[in-house]
């Protein structure tokens, strides 16, 4: 029992207990599920929020009776972010905590380093929002959660494409501004791709590095060579730069956003207010009608009773939803195929349709989504930094693509500031 | 990218908009490093530890962001005498500064870093000023209130400062440490006093750069590596115990990262800056404003 | 490592050599069974984790401790060994071992040209230098494509190399050879006339060039060892995680760890950043696995301060050795 007095320390530490004392009680040896997560570091605000959504799915399933009759366990480490502590941290979860089944840390940094170690030891792994990280392993035991689908240079960018086509009068250039990671770094070549595809001139093309702190001279330059629209792939911090940039420059285009990450978040969209109206940027949900996947509001209530005292995101519209689906698809194929059978777990994922609260998914040869869902939303009619809206439909409208499309394009960005 | 005379001027001006912030930034580490000889590599954290205070105290009472780092620089006058006084009884009259000095300073960095993320959590904070939203055109060219508040607070600041070292006793004799610490001891100051004080005017400056550095953008508990070799750079090319060196060299460095980001793209900007400063060091090691030794 | 191979720095060189790589053989050959005996893949992860700092730590100690110059850039040089591996195995097909041997050659010439640059110059300075000569390095990776530029290379590795057990046994293997002779070599510098000379540098610079010690030629001699071997620490990376991005390679932590390790366990000697990485990275570790925090950086931080605070010589100063 040494292991699991270690492990409630650890928890307790972490100031959260993953199943009641009485639930745990009642069963034989508990279902454990393990992976590391960035509870610290860089992505520690999108690995805290996602682990709170694997408590409560936690809580949920063990309220039902557990997996195979078994009550759940999380079995979790903090990897600070930093991917040199990955390969030991599975080891560790496979080696010597010797749990059931593993699931991914967040975002493709941290999930490639622990690819090797989980294909050694041959386990079915869900991962969360990597994005083409099975491009190189082709490992056929990999599904992955996230929008991307498995060709991202030739789909990403669809959307943000049927959205140019809605412009009034059609579009001549465009403007290419990417930060320096591997997901920006995809999401502008898609771009390009599609650019060079529709005869779009690309009149602005670069890079920055992530510790940019003034961005005024890069828009300025952007800014000067006129373009139709204008596409970001940024991250959290630079989003924030760019955006308040754009609205002292009165920076104002037909068309402007792209694969920006920020927007989504919460303390973001409370800051920014409405400097974001009518900003056009990749998402992964909005509580608009089309999207009222079963299953989806209850989660969200839970997450956001609990949010604030976590300190962490307040609304749960991004990520989380996801992370809560990564586990409903553990669930579901555990319950489909009976017993903790890696071979015939990974059959039945490339089988079967799961139905999640992101809506039913089914995974290609490579692991990822057959239907990929890079959505486009505009935020529209923004007086003021309240969250309440969010909760709403109406304030990120989605664009593209035609299946979940709740609304129609606002046009110009940024009509003097 | 073509040549054109507003994106240059435009380029300049946001340059020394920034380069205030970074001379605010510079100011106080120009104090104790210049003229203390104290590395203390901490420094950024304190000041992002300054921006995150501002934002709980500014945001609970609904106070400017920067008359409340005013308010709060006595704390971190205080928090400065604290660390020095550690740091003198450990290190300094040991002799130890050099190896054990420098990493003390390292893990207090650390600490505060890893201390904001346990206090506040991963996430960025912010607190926005209304003019913060507000940008004043002059012709061609663009002031942003986000940029140019802070840059001329620092600036007050700093002129303070100066003020202060060249004008009041203890400004003399601060500046009189720097030179020839025993001397001051025959006109019967205590050295080890004078630079306390010293050290606490520099966390005061701080705090008065994480008040600027909240209004400029938001921050998260990292925000201070991204200005440690920045602030470094800019000390020593001014050539260390010059203060108005400091102030050249912030404005300098700043102009040049954003005429570099203006025609050649951002990603190149930070390799020029500091690559410029190698070679200061290799070939003008007293620093661009210095005088040779 | 034992404590009895402790050498006394004046004493006969020659004789006391045979029994310490003996010993050291002997040591890791028992960390060896030990972990092979226990049969667990995680105590070879966790033993290449801490090994590398040992590495790293050792290298860092040969500028830091013997010269008294403190190197801010130990996580360039380590990236920059990092990146002439993935390099040259995307250039020419070369595997670890002779990745290993060009991220030695590569990065010792980076020490050299950094030394000669900015050696010249006092103490901080130079640290400086070095801090910046990371953000350079990082800034020119993150622009190189054909690394994978920001977003990072991957490095396919077998699932198993025939003579090993598995992977991880090969990795820490190399991990365990690359340890013993970076200590060596350490300790080889530590007890001939350049670590004499090094350490005159340490006392007063001054002084040590006027009685005729070659400062500047050793100092150089000192960055470029220094940087090959922080290279060599850099080097397998690539193939232990599968994959590297620049903002791993350049981590602060390893900036952070090679200074603390050495001050921890006794900077100027070659056992205290051997004992400083073994205690620090095993805590760091065993923290990692059981408080699961943020909590377990921060203690990084205050053992950083408190050790040199309360123990300026480090561990090995407890027990009156310099």
Redo the contacts between chains.
């Keep these: 029992m040494t292991g699991l007095l270690r492990r409630d320390l650890g928890r307790l530490a972490a100031a959260a207990a993953t199943v009641p004392a009485t639930a745990r009680a009642q069963s034989g040896p508990p279902f454990r599920i393990g992976y590391s997560m960035s509870l610290s570091g860089g992505l520690a605000a999108n690995g805290r929020s996602s682990l709170l959504a694997h408590k409560i799915w936690a809580e949920d399933v063990n309220a039902k009776g557990g997996i195979l009759g078994r009550q759940v366990d999380l079995v979790y480490y903090d990897d600070q972010s930093n991917p040199g502590q990955v390969p030991a941290l599975y080891t560790k979860l496979l080696d010597v905590d010797k749990v059931d089944m593993v699931t991914s840390p967040y975002a493709t940094v941290m999930i490639a380093p622990s690819m090797p170690v989980v294909m050694q030891r041959q386990m079915t792994y869900v991962s969360l929002f990597g994005s083409g990280t099975n491009e190189t392993f082709k490992y056929d035991r990999y599904f992955s959660i996230n929008v991307g689908g498995d060709d991202i240079k030739g789909t990403y960018a669809s959307g943000f494409m049927e959205v140019i086509g809605m412009l009034p009068t059609p579009a001549r250039s465009i403007s290419i501004l990417a930060v320096d990671n591997e997901f920006a770094q995809k999401a502008a070549e898609s771009m390009r791709h599609f650019a060079r595809q529709k005869g779009l001139r690309i009149v602005y093309d670069r890079s920055y590095p992530p510790t940019t702190v003034d961005f005024t001279p890069t828009l300025r330059a952007i800014q000067a060579t006129k373009p139709d629209v204008v596409f970001f792939a940024s991250y959290p911090p630079d989003s924030i730069g760019i955006l308040r940039a754009m609205s002292e420059l009165r920076f104002s285009a037909p068309l402007v956003g792209g694969g920006m990450i920020g927007p989504q978040i919460a303390s973001v969209q409370a800051q920014l207010g409405p400097i974001l109206n009518n900003l056009v940027s990749w998402d992964v949900y909005s509580p608009e009608p089309t999207m009222d996947f079963p299953g989806i509001k209850e989660f969200q209530q839970k997450y956001r009773a609990r949010a604030a005292a976590e300190q962490v995101d307040l609304l749960g519209n991004y990520l989380q939803p996801f992370a809560y689906a990564q586990m409903q698809v553990v669930e579901q194929a555990l319950k489909r195929v009976g017993k903790v059978d890696q071979a015939a777990l990974a059959a039945d994922m490339h089988a079967q349709t799961f139905d999640t609260v992101v809506g039913p998914l089914k995974f290609s040869a490579l692991g990822e989504w057959v239907e990929p869902r890079n959505l486009f939303v505009q935020f529209q009619g923004i007086t003021d930094g309240d969250l309440e809206k969010y909760k709403r439909p109406g304030t990120k409208v989605i664009l593209a693509p035609a299946k979940y499309k709740s609304g129609t394009l606002r046009t110009p960005f940024g009509q003097g500031g | 990218m073509e040549f054109d005379l507003s994106l240059l001027l435009n380029g300049i001006v946001s340059g020394l908009l920034l380069g205030g912030l970074y001379a605010v930034a510079a100011s106080g580490l120009a104090v104790s490093f210049g003229m203390l000889d104290i590395v203390n590599i901490a420094h950024p954290a304190l000041m992002v530890a300054a921006a995150f205070l501002v934002v709980a105290v500014g945001g609970a009472i609904g106070l400017d962001p920067l008359l409340c780092a005013v308010l709060l620089s006595p704390v971190f006058y205080l928090i400065g005498v604290g660390i020095y006084t550690f740091y003198n009884r450990f290190f300094e009259r040991r002799g130890d500064e050099a190896l054990q000095g420098l990493a003390f300073f390292f893990g207090v960095m650390f600490i505060i870093e890893v201390g904001l993320v346990m206090a506040f959590g991963p996430e960025q904070r912010f607190l926005d000023p209304s003019y913060a939203f507000t940008t004043w055109r002059i012709g061609e060219i663009d002031l942003p209130l986000r940029m140019l508040v802070p840059a001329l607070f620092g600036l007050l600041a700093i002129g303070l400062l100066y003020l202060f070292l060249h004008r009041s006793f203890i400004g003399l004799a601060i500046a009189a440490v720097a030179q020839d610490a025993e001397a001051l001891r025959l006109l019967a100051i205590d050295p080890v006093k004078i630079k306390r004080l010293a050290f606490g005017v520099s966390a005061m400056l701080a705090c008065i750069a994480g008040g600027a550095l909240i209004v400029v953008q938001p921050v998260e508990p990292s925000s201070g590596q991204i200005f440690i070799g920045r602030v470094f750079a800019i000390c020593i090319m001014g050539g260390m115990a010059s203060l108005s060196g400091a102030i050249a060299a912030a404005f300098l460095f700043g102009v040049v990262e954003n005429v570099t980001a203006t025609f050649f793209g951002p990603s190149w900007a930070p390799a020029v800056a500091f690559g410029w400063l190698l070679l200061v060091l290799a070939f003008r090691p007293q620093g661009l404003f210095g005088r040779a030794a | 490592m034992s404590a009895t191979t402790l050498t006394d720095p004046r004493g006969a060189d020659r004789i006391r050599h045979l029994p310490f790589w003996l010993g050291a053989v002997g040591v890791a050959l028992a960390v060896f069974l030990a972990l092979r005996l226990i049969g ?3 105590g ?3 033993g ?2 801490v090994l590398q700092y040992v590495v790293l730590a050792s290298a860092w100690n040969i500028l ?1 401790g013997y010269a ?1 110059y ?1 190197n801010f850039g130990a996580a360039g040089f380590l990236a920059a060994g990092a990146y002439t591996a993935i390099f040259v195995r995307k250039a020419f097909g070369f595997d670890l071992i002779p990745g290993i041997l060009c991220a030695a050659v590569v990065t010792g010439l980076l020490g050299l040209g950094t030394g000669y ?2 050696l ?2 006092r ?3 130079f ?3 070095t ?3 990371a ?2 390095l990082q ?2 990776v ?2 190189w494509d054909y690394v994978g ?4 290379a ?1 490095v ?2 077998p ?1 198993t190399i025939p003579p090993f057990a ?3 046994e090969y990795i820490f293997l190399v991990m365990l050879a690359l340890a013993v002779i970076t200590v060596g070599i350490a300790r080889t510098v530590e007890v001939s006339r350049l670590g004499r000379g090094l350490q005159a540098i340490r006392d007063n610079e001054r002084a040590a060039e006027a009685v005729g010690v070659p400062t500047l030629r050793l100092k150089l001699m000192a960055t470029a060892l220094c940087g090959a071997l922080m290279g060599v620490a850099g080097a397998p ?1 690539p193939y ?9 390679a350049f ?3 390893f900036a ?1 760890n090679a ?2 390790m050495p ?1 921890i366990g006794g ?1 100027g000697t070659w056992a205290g950043p051997v004992i400083g990485a073994v205690l620090l990275a095993s805590l760091q ?1 065993a923290a ?11 203690i ?3 053992i ?2 408190i050790f ?2 309360i123990a ?1 010589r480090g561990i090995l100063g407890w027990f009156g050795k310099r």
Excluded at chain 3, 149 to 152: A, K
Excluded at chain 3, 240 to 248: F, H, I, K, R, V
Excluded at chain 3, 288 to 298: F, Y
């Design positions: 667990n893949e995680y070879y992860y966790a290449y984790f830091g008294g403190v640059l900015t010249r110059l103490g901080v300075y640290s400086i230098a801090l910046c000569l953000v350079v800034t020119l993150v622009n530029g920001s977003r990072g991957y396919i590795r699932m598995s992977y991880g990376l232990y995680s599968g994959y590297l991005n620049p903002d791993a981590s602060l932590a952070v200074i603390a001050l900077a570790q990692t696995v059981t408080i699961s925090s943020a909590l377990n950086l921060w990084v931080g205050w950083l301060v040199v605070t300026p």
